[in-house]
């Protein structure tokens, strides 16, 4: 189901439910990649998203989504914990049931909000006038697990990020100066990571970038 509304204020909503039968789920065995027929599973959810320009200049745009992704009956799944290869995990040895867990690496909540205002400058000469455009973001990701709730390591907990963002558009010329921050809360957090540790007792896990600033200049010809 799907809405929408135009104007200077935007709406638009979907839900969505699909229930699937022999879904072919990836898993991970010593460190080889396999993959097997989750028997059923269950997906459903929502999304909103908006726009807003409740004055001259100001933009606001946000998002928010809602999933719930599980394994009705997943009884053949690869156990993390267990130092198997792929021979003995095809043979069972090495199952674990999975049923009523979540799908790995989704979140059952994602939002965000950014907004940023157009103001411009006139400073008498067509050269350096432009708009000063100031941009501030927020985006927040639930928990997730990168693969089964076994290996707690690479379970990510709810992290917010924050981001800034001054533009300088100069009219004349495809031209532009800004100056940002990303990560401004300084938030630690992976979106990646290496489930090893059944056959080297290791984890390895990618952290994303600490708080950072930065400027760039963009010309175009």
């Known amino acids: ?3 929408g509304i135009s104007g200077p204020l935007g709406v638009e909503a979907a839900t969505r439910r699909r229930r699937s039968t022999g879904l072919r789920a990836p898993t991970d065995v010593r460190i080889e990649r396999v993959t097997k027929n989750a028997a059923e ?3 459903q ?3 909103l998203e908006f726009q807003a320009i ?3 200049g100001l933009s606001v745009n946000g998002s928010f989504g809602w999933i719930d992704a599980t394994y009705d009956s997943f009884p053949e799944a690869a156990d993390d914990l267990r130092l198997c290869n792929p021979l003995e995990f095809e043979q069972g040895l090495c199952n674990r049931d999975r049923s009523g867990e979540g799908f790995d690496r989704v979140p059952r909540l994602e939002s965000s909000l950014i907004a940023q205002y157009a103001y411009p400058i006139e400073l008498g000469s067509d050269v350096f006038d ?3 455009i100031p941009q501030v973001s927020w985006s927040y990701r639930d928990s997730f697990h990168l693969f089964s709730y076994q290996v707690r390591p690479l379970i990510q907990h709810g992290f917010h990020l924050f981001n800034a963002r001054l533009t300088y558009e100069f009219f004349e010329s495809s031209m532009y100066f800004a100056l940002w921050g990303k990560n401004l809360s300084d938030e630690l957090y992976f979106n990646e990571g290496t489930p090893i540790q059944s056959s080297f ?3 390895t896990r990618y952290f994303s970038p600490p708080r950072t600033f930065g400027a760039e200049v963009s010309y175009t010809f």
């Open 41 to 43: 599973a269950t997906v």
């Open 54 to 56: 409740p004055l001259a």
């Open 130 to 132: 432009g708009t000063l």
């Open 1 to 3: 189901m799907d809405g």
């Open 45 to 47: 959810g929502f999304e």
């Open 201 to 203: 007792g290791s984890i």
